[in-house]
């Protein structure tokens, strides 16, 4: 029997998206008579009829390739039911691209924004098996998502390198980790980088107790801190003056580490610098732990096709490769729980959550 | 309440090691009066009485080296109940500095040897906790040994490295991976860098189906082949002659690499070659998945150490960090079942295992 | 003969200092009965007195290491000869405390300012030796500084992995690259990352033929265009109104990659983005090249000790390892000449300058 | 004017061909009508009219791509003279190939081989310009070939991580660094990676002098030694028996690092142990420096044809990129001088030669 499947990828890029196309390819073209239709720049291209037939070879040699062969773009979900002033119905236009196409099913690689639109056409009707993709690994069912270690790879790198000049300089440097709601990627390579403090957005922070330690390891013979700090991580006090405050640092262009670094030095009066990897944190080559999880998870949306399961999501647990209704997992985010192994673990090792 | 407790790493060395032994000492310092004593390079050191008196200092800028501080060795455990010429007792040996430091309990980072000499020394009612160190992840009881994720880039490095020369050659390269009894790395490398051919140790090969595909790709436009093969991977007829052949090989300097490079030339006609990456597999800073492992190893170690727990080793089962009986896990190798999971993904994107 | 060297690193921190410095003291150790004093960060550990008497040890295993084992601080040129509040002669307490510790000569490693300095105490009498490092290469008189390459992989390193989410995305990514005046490292790494525009200080850009080449590739269908843009790069026309205007812009928190950026998300109306890999350039293990350069510098220190030759600063001519008169080097900077062969190169493959 | 140039990368794949490869045809392309034919797997492609018309798009993504999209092969040239049993003339077939295709000029990428055959072409008369790669950098002309460095850069990582296992067990580790009769790659790699002991081809060593160091160095606090060791490092005596002997190690499958692995072992009874990267010493994405020479020789190679200077070689001078004629170059090899700068600076820090 032969099946048409369509594939696209949303949302920011990650690595291991070529990786989990070519799993879902490779495993569907041994498995069954398999066509594939590769959906070009996310929904935008399911929306616009943008895409093209794709041949056994487009997915040969790119195991190894950072971003996406398939292109992506952000297409809010907010915007999807919403019809604009060019009259258009978003999701009607997504159906009847999918059936013009005489798809079988549809595959989105993507994070949480993805996975709402995935559902909404799941409800619709269609057949569509979402793959977990971000570096935030903040998507709700699976243990992982695929992107995230490589991530941490980068990110704990960064670190290690931020070590030289702040050891060298006896400086305080606060490095910005991304994850605007999620702390996951910098509590790992806040972990992983042997850093001082770390501070994530699920655990809001108090600027004293942070100085306290920055003062502490200045005046001890280290000298020197190294602070992890989420892009989203903030400021205990919630008063509308520090809302303020916050809008207007954000309009004088301050990150949350450019803030951090700034009230730093005002406070303790040590050299802080702030250090912003930014998207280097989501390109490249993904790592080997990322390419496996990727191939798998790209390998058992072949079998959920062959299979015909749809309207789920595929997701680690454990060490089982296994999926979850895309209704469950749609819309839910996976923040760091505060009293998750790895903090109490980091706390154990005399790292401050600056709470 | 002061306690004494005594590190020691037997065995291999392996990326980690540092990281779990500052993990162990970080957090014991911070949880209670803790004094450290490093034994010298393994059980010999516990043996012969080689030790030095650590202090907080020498656990700080080790998180990202390799090999380990404490030195290693390798004292087989089947050597530990002999009594050689010198007619020591070594198990006694061992107890006499476990008593005359007057420690409080003994932290045995190591493998599988290393944990059935640490159930010895539990037996014998010292206190100790193990903790599973090894590139190959064939301890049981854990989901992963720490060592086995840096390993895992390493060798996924090498195979993306000869990806380059197979192809501009049209060659077949077949790399040996670390693995004498375990294929986990084999496995894990092989799907991370795109290999055709991946043989473990679990799945005995038969040559010629090896050499079908090897020819299939050689005379389709790929031209080339990459083989994973496993130290310890062996061909699939156990007849006496191909025993007899096996050590001939061996004694003439061939690898399960080198005799299927050779075996593969003769039979197919293809240029093809070995490549031993060997030690360097176990080398060099650890991953920042490993450094993360280890640090949560060494933590945990501690917290039991706060609890009055021994007699265990610490392990990672999902995403708990936790522990089992030494008992339980002493002399229990953890193979790669042959319906594994990876297994099944593997070959659903058409890598052979020559079975 | 016993000589007693002291030995200091000034200005901004750079991958082989570690390297340097054990190159020096290895050769002295070997070639004849040598002192070595460690000054601690930079100049100000000389007019301070802070130092400490090193011994063989402790330059062992630090060939790897990033940053500096003596620390460094920034203490500028302009401010030594500078009187303050304190009435303090920093040039006087300088020869004081080289006086006091019966210096046979002092080392210097550094940039432009260390090396003005390093002149300075040179005309007041004092033997120094200097080893010119720094990742901008803006030394004159030796071909290269060491520092300068381990940042070139870097920066292209980050180079590579915004490929992928430009690639991805169809986005204008303008890559910031260290170098306020000199533009070595973008022209260097811009060419080794594949850029299609570079920026550099040297050569002031028109945001209209920029934009042009965003707009073209825009169209195309590459869509996508990456600039390697140094901190330093500057706009074509410099009439006052602009000058306010690059005023106000760095006051509103931008830097020439975000300004950039800026210009050019109006002017084409495609997605830009600014990425700023900061400090992560200037830290970490030093590469192999740099490594080796870092040792040959060193070496030749010792060795002009061993000669008797001072008042000089180590250089690289071609293959040579040489030296030139720190009078002929101090204060003057080695820009990218516009007619550089690179640039020359880099134009024949359609680079653009933004000229 | 249209061009049509024919390409062809020749002997061992090396880093940097893409690049180089890359680098003339952008260059061509913007300076000239150019047309290019792709000739397959070196000369063989060559004899046997085996090419391909190229099209600009192909050489777009290959900057950073390890060995060569063209294919190579080894076609010696002792051979090309040599009329087979297939009664073929290999040069007159070449010559057959070129006119058919009517080249107005080859580009032959490959080292000293490759070089010889090059020139034997420009004397039948083509327009032929050579392109130096080779790990080995042991071409005639030029300071560097491109791929030298990006082979250091491994080689010195895989030196650092067998650092690691040599320091924590104690114990003399050889590692095998590729290069038959030239030590550069073993001379760069060993001083940048730290080794205690380098041999290289052109300095025979004293095996007693060797084990002198690791006995020296057992006995110390280091306990560790590292030799890096060249493919083809020799031992001093030269007498008929040692002679033998060498023949009779290579049949029993021992390279040079493992025969001294033996010899030490057993003269000195420390464990000993020899590590082979191999290939992957030729594999993978050319470093920073490499994509800049590969491309800087690319780019000059079609000035060349721009300017009709033919029967030369590209090469790297001081900082100079220019040429040299095929005639002076070819079959001339590059050897380590005894006396050369780095092998006292080596020396100098105590690195021994075994000499």
Redesign the interface.
Same mark, same amino acid.
């Given at each position: 029997m032969r099946r048409r499947i369509g594939i696209l #990828?949303s949302g920011?890029?990650c690595?291991g998206?070529n990786a989990a196309i070519?799993?879902v390819a +490779?495993?569907a073209y &041994?498995?069954f008579d398999a066509e594939i239709v590769g959906i070009h720049?996310g929904y935008r291209g399911l929306i616009e009829g943008d895409y093209s037939e794709m041949t056994r070879s487009q997915f040969?040699g790119i195991? $190894?390739?950072?971003?996406?062969i398939l292109?992506?773009?952000r297409t809010p979900f907010r915007n999807m039911r919403v019809i604009g002033d060019d009259n258009v119905d978003k999701v009607a236009m997504m159906k009847k691209t999918y059936k013009g196409l005489q798809l079988d099913c549809l595959i989105t690689l993507g994070g949480n924004g993805t996975h709402k639109t995935a559902n909404l056409l799941a409800q619709e009707g269609l057949n569509v098996i979402g793959l977990p993709k971000t570096i935030d690994n903040d998507l709700y069912g699976t243990?992982f998502t695929f992107g995230f /270690?490589t991530a941490?790879?980068?990110?704990?790198? !960064?670190i290690? +390198?931020? /070590?030289? #000049?702040a050891?060298? @300089?006896?400086r305080c440097?606060c490095i910005e980790i991304m994850g605007n709601k999620a702390g996951w990627l910098t509590l %790992?390579?806040g972990?992983?980088?042997?850093a001082d403090v770390i501070l994530i957005p699920e655990i809001p922070y108090d600027i004293d107790k942070v100085a306290e330690v920055v003062k502490r390891r200045a005046e001890s013979n280290k000298g020197f801190t190294i602070i992890a700090v989420a892009e989203g991580a903030m400021d205990k006090d919630e008063s509308k003056l520090k809302k303020k405050e916050r809008e207007a640092r954000r309009a004088?262009?301050?990150s949350s580490s450019?803030y951090l670094a700034k009230q730093l030095q005002e406070k303790v009066g040590v050299e802080a610098?702030s !250090?912003?990897?930014? @998207?280097?944190q +989501?390109?490249?080559t993904p790592?080997? %732990?990322d390419? !496996?999880l990727s $191939?798998?998870f790209g !390998? /058992?949306a072949? &079998?959920l096709i062959r299979d015909g399961v749809f309207g789920v999501t595929v997701a680690l647990?454990?060490? &089982?490769?296994t999926h979850n209704p895309l209704s469950e997992v749609a819309g839910v985010a996976k923040l760091v729980p505060p009293d998750h192994?790895?903090i109490t #673990?980091a706390r154990?090792?005399?790292i401050s959550f600056g709470d």
């Amino acid at each position: 029997m032969r099946r048409r499947i369509g594939i696209l #990828t949303s949302g920011g890029d990650c690595p291991g998206l070529n990786a989990a196309i070519r799993g879902v390819a +490779r495993a569907a073209y &041994e498995m069954f008579d398999a066509e594939i239709v590769g959906i070009h720049d996310g929904y935008r291209g399911l929306i616009e009829g943008d895409y093209s037939e794709m041949t056994r070879s487009q997915f040969s040699g790119i195991l $190894t390739l950072g971003g996406t062969i398939l292109g992506t773009s952000r297409t809010p979900f907010r915007n999807m039911r919403v019809i604009g002033d060019d009259n258009v119905d978003k999701v009607a236009m997504m159906k009847k691209t999918y059936k013009g196409l005489q798809l079988d099913c549809l595959i989105t690689l993507g994070g949480n924004g993805t996975h709402k639109t995935a559902n909404l056409l799941a409800q619709e009707g269609l057949n569509v098996i979402g793959l977990p993709k971000t570096i935030d690994n903040d998507l709700y069912g699976t243990d992982f998502t695929f992107g995230f /270690h490589t991530a941490n790879d980068i990110a704990t790198d !960064v670190i290690d +390198r931020i /070590h030289s #000049t702040a050891a060298s @300089h006896g400086r305080c440097m606060c490095i910005e980790i991304m994850g605007n709601k999620a702390g996951w990627l910098t509590l %790992y390579s806040g972990v992983a980088g042997g850093a001082d403090v770390i501070l994530i957005p699920e655990i809001p922070y108090d600027i004293d107790k942070v100085a306290e330690v920055v003062k502490r390891r200045a005046e001890s013979n280290k000298g020197f801190t190294i602070i992890a700090v989420a892009e989203g991580a903030m400021d205990k006090d919630e008063s509308k003056l520090k809302k303020k405050e916050r809008e207007a640092r954000r309009a004088a262009g301050f990150s949350s580490s450019a803030y951090l670094a700034k009230q730093l030095q005002e406070k303790v009066g040590v050299e802080a610098r702030s !250090v912003v990897p930014g @998207h280097i944190q +989501r390109g490249g080559t993904p790592s080997a %732990y990322d390419r !496996v999880l990727s $191939t798998e998870f790209g !390998v /058992h949306a072949a &079998e959920l096709i062959r299979d015909g399961v749809f309207g789920v999501t595929v997701a680690l647990k454990g060490n &089982e490769i296994t999926h979850n209704p895309l209704s469950e997992v749609a819309g839910v985010a996976k923040l760091v729980p505060p009293d998750h192994q790895m903090i109490t #673990t980091a706390r154990d090792i005399g790292i401050s959550f600056g709470d």
